[in-house]
C-alpha cells in the first residue's frame, strides 16, 4: 500500500516535475549502496557520530561497507564514493555526467553566487577561460611579493613569548592577502576590512554545515542573518564595481581583470564579476590558512621534521626573503611537508555532484538524480594507497614515489579539467607564510592540545592551533 502510493505519488511528479525533481526521485525508487540507516529511519546516534566527529565516522563506513555507501539523514542521501577509481571518473573521464550545481553543495550559491566553483559546463568553461590569465605563472610572482610583504608585516608584529592562536592569525593574514590580490592594493583599508569582515560573518553561518544547514531556514534562522552579510557584502562590491569600469584597463587586481575580460565579444555582467570574487574569497582564504595551521600542528608532534625543516630553510635562504621561484623549486622539503599535510587534512575533503546520468561503479548501478560525492579525506587514508595512513611522513613524497602514485590517489586539489585554479597561489602562500615565521621564530606547541576537526565546509582545526614563538 505504502509502496503504491509512493510510486503514484512518483510517477504524478515524473511526468509534472522540474528535471532535477525527476530526476531525483528516479534514484529514490533505486535501490543504493548500503549504509549506516534505511531510508525514512532517521538514527540519532550517526547524527550525533557524524556531527562530533564527522570525518571519523567517514572512515568507520568505509571500513564497514567498502569504497561505496549511503548517508541518509532528515531526508537527504548521498552516496560516498572512495578511492582512485571513483575520484578519476567523477573528475576526469565522466565529469560532464556529475553536476556540481545539482549537488550538495548547492547549499552554497545564495551565498557565494554562481561563480566558478558552483556552475556547470558553458557557464563555467567560459568563465574559466576568462579567469585562467589571473593565474599564470607571471601573475601569481606578482602576488607572491604582495603575500611575502604581508606575511612579513604580521609576522614582525609578533614578539618573543607571545602565545597565539595560529589559525585565526593565518585567516587574518590570508584574508588580506586576498583583498590585495583580488581588490588591489589600492583599494582604502576601511573598505577591504569592511568587505573581509562581512564576508566572515556570512562564512560563519556555515558551521557544521553538512548535517545542520538544513535545519536553518526561515526568519531568525542563520540563513536569513546570512543574507542579511551577503547584502552589505554585495553593497561594497557594486559600488566598487562601477568605480572600476571607469578606470582603464590594465590594473593589476583580479577586480580589474574580471571587469575588463572578454572572451566571443562578451563581458562578464556585474552579477558574474560580484559572484566571481565572492568565491575566489571563498575558495581561497580559508584553504590557505587551514593548511598553514595543520602543517604547524603537525611538524609541532614531530620535532623532528620541524628541525629538518628549518635546516632546509636556513640552508638555503638564511634571514633572506623567498622569491616564488626559490619556493617552487629550491625548498623540497618543504614542498613534501605541504604536500603531506594536505594528505592528512585536504581543507576540502570531499566533492559533492549530482549524477546525471545512471553509471556503475564499485559493483553498484547508481541511478541519474543521485546525489554523489568523493572524499579526499577517505581516500588520502587508504592503507592500500598510504603505508601507516595516520603518520605524518613527507618522504612518501619524495620524487620518485610521488612518480609511482596510482592517478586519482591524491587530490588534494582536485584534478581534470576542474583542478582548483588557484593551487599555485595556494601552495605558494601556504609556502610563504611557514618559511616567514620559521625564519623569525621557533614555533612550539602549546602542551597538551587535542586537535578536533571543524567543517565550515572546510576542514580546520575546532579549537584553533595555540602556539608558543621563541625569537631565533
Ligand atoms: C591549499 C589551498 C587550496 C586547496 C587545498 C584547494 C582545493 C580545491 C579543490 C579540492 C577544488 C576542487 C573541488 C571539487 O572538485 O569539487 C578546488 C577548486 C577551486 N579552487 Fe581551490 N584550493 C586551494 C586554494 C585556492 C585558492 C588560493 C583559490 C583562488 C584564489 C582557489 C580557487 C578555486 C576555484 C575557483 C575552484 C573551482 C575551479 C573549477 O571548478 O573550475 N583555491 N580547490
Avoid at 176 to 193: F, H, S
Amino acid at each position: 500500500m505504502e509502496k503504491n502510493l509512493v510510486h503514484a505519488v512518483s510517477s504524478l511528479l515524473l511526468h509534472h516535475g522540474s528535471d532535477v525533481m525527476k530526476l531525483r526521485l528516479h534514484g529514490f525508487l533505486h535501490e543504493l549502496p548500503p549504509g549506516p540507516t534505511s531510508f525514512p529511519h532517521i538514527s540519532y546516534g550517526m547524527g550525533k557520530d557524524l556531527y562530533e566527529n564527522p570525518l571519523g565516522t567517514l572512515m568507520t563506513y568505509y571500513e564497514e561497507f567498502g569504497p561505496a555507501f549511503t548517508l541518509r539523514f532528515l531526508g537527504q542521501e548521498m552516496v560516498f564514493l572512495i578511492g582512485p577509481e571513483a575520484n578519476q571518473m567523477i573528475l576526469t573521464s565522466d565529469y560532464r555526467d556529475f553536476s556540481w550545481e545539482h549537488g550538495l553543495l548547492a547549499e552554497m550559491i545564495p551565498f557565494i553566487g554562481y561563480g566558478l566553483l558552483t556552475t556547470d559546463d558553458e557557464v563555467h568553461d567560459r568563465a574559466r577561460k576568462l579567469l585562467a590569465p589571473a593565474f599564470y605563472p607571471a601573475r601569481i610572482q606578482n602576488y607572491g611579493e604582495h603575500m611575502v610583504s604581508r606575511a612579513v608585516e604580521a609576522a614582525e608584529a609578533k614578539r618573543d613569548g607571545d602565545l597565539f592562536e595560529l589559525h585565526g592569525w593565518t585567516r587574518q593574514v590570508a584574508l588580506k592577502i586576498a583583498g590585495d590580490v583580488l581588490l588591489g592594493m589600492d583599494t582604502p583599508r576601511e573598505k577591504a576590512e569592511f568587505f573581509a569582515e562581512q564576508f566572515e560573518k556570512g562564512l560563519s553561518c556555515y558551521d557544521g554545515y553538512f548535517w545542520q544547514t538544513l535545519l536553518r531556514r526561515g526568519p531568525g534562522s542563520l540563513q536569513s542573518k546570512m543574507k542579511k552579510h551577503v547584502e552589505k557584502l554585495d553593497e561594497v562590491i557594486e559600488e566598487e564595481i562601477a568605480e572600476r569600469r571607469r578606470w582603464p584597463a590594465g590594473g593589476e587586481a583580479i577586480l580589474d581583470l574580471l571587469v575588463h575580460a572578454e572572451a566571443d565579444g562578451q563581458r562578464f555582467s556585474p552579477r558574474e564579476i560580484r559572484d566571481h570574487l565572492v568565491t575566489l574569497l571563498f575558495a581561497g582564504h580559508d584553504t590557505t590558512a587551514a593548511t598553514v595551521a595543520w602543517l604547524f600542528a603537525s611538524i609541532g608532534r614531530n620535532r623532528h621534521i620541524y628541525d629538518r625543516l628549518e635546516q632546509e630553510i636556513d640552508d638555503v635562504l638564511g634571514g633572506r626573503e623567498p622569491s616564488a621561484q626559490e619556493l617552487f623549486n629550491e625548498l623540497p622539503y618543504l614542498d613534501q611537508v605541504v604536500k603531506e599535510t594536505l594528505r592528512l587534512y585536504p581543507p576540502a575533503w570531499f566533492g559533492p555532484r549530482m549524477a546525471r546520468k545512471e553509471f556503475r561503479i564499485y559493483g553498484y548501478r547508481i541511478p541519474a538524480g543521485t546525489h554523489v560525492s568523493y572524499c579526499s579525506w577517505a581516500t588520502h587514508r587508504m592503507p592500500e594507497l598510504f603505508e601507516d595512513p595516520e603518520a605524518f611522513d613527507p618522504d612518501r613524497f619524495q620524487e620518485s614515489k610521488c612518480r609511482a602514485m596510482e592517478p586519482g590517489a591524491y587530490v588534494p586539489f582536485g584534478r581534470g579539467p576542474r583542478t582548483c585554479i588557484g593551487m599555485r597561489f595556494g601552495e605558494l602562500e601556504a609556502k610563504i607564510l611557514t618559511v616567514v615565521l620559521m625564519q623569525r621564530f621557533r614555533l612550539e606547541l602549546f602542551p597538551g592540545q587535542q586537535f578536533s576537526v571543524r567543517t565550515v565546509p572546510t576542514i580546520s582545526p575546532r579549537q584553533g592551533v595555540k602556539i608558543r614563538l621563541h625569537r631565533r
